[in-house]
């Protein structure tokens, strides 16, 4: 399997995307942004992680979903990725839950993230580094920003 990067998005949007040739039978193209959505929900299964993101852009990530209704943004929030023709690494920032052994949690997630991006894109993952940036303690309630009053 040949995979060649194309950039087919506008630079401005900074989507990247990953052509994977089919032969002659055509070619499957993969925006980064699927990759990187692969590896946050590889993520999310592995069970300690509390949240992806750290604390401003937990906070930031949380009113753009509030706005847009969506979960486009906020689906890879805390990941980023950089894909080249035939391999992709992987950037995490996770949230841990307390009383978990954090270099067990990390392999669990590598392992995690590795499987499903190999092989849901037949890209290799050539490194997978995560970031703890917070511990979630029992009782604590998620940070949530604070809104603003409406004018009528």
């Known amino acids: 399997m040949s995979t060649q990067r ?3 998005a506008s630079p401005r949007a900074g989507a990247q995307h990953t052509t994977v040739e089919g032969g002659q039978r055509g070619r499957t193209t993969i925006a980064d ?3 990187a959505k692969i590896a946050a929900m590889a993520t999310r299964e592995v069970t300690g992680v509390y949240a992806l993101g750290a604390g ?8 753009r979903e509030r706005l847009t209704g ?7 929030q805390g990941v980023a990725v950089e894909v080249g023709e035939r391999q992709a690494a992987v950037d995490l920032n996770v949230i841990t839950e307390y009383g978990v ?3 067990d949690l990390a392999a669990g997630i590598r392992r995690n993230v590795i499987d499903a991006v190999e ?4 890209l290799e993952v050539t490194e997978v580094n995560i970031s703890v940036d917070d ?4 009782g604590e309630e998620p940070e ?9």
């Open 70 to 76: 969506g979960g486009g943004a906020g689906s890879t």
């Open 144 to 152: 949530e920003p604070q809104q603003e009053a409406r004018v009528r």
């Open 56 to 63: 401003m852009s937990r906070a930031l990530g949380a009113v």
């Open 6 to 8: 194309s950039e087919t």
């Open 135 to 138: 511990l979630h303690l029992p």
């Open 33 to 35: 942004t699927v990759v």
């Open 101 to 103: 052994s954090i270099p």
């Open 119 to 122: 092989n849901m894109c037949g």
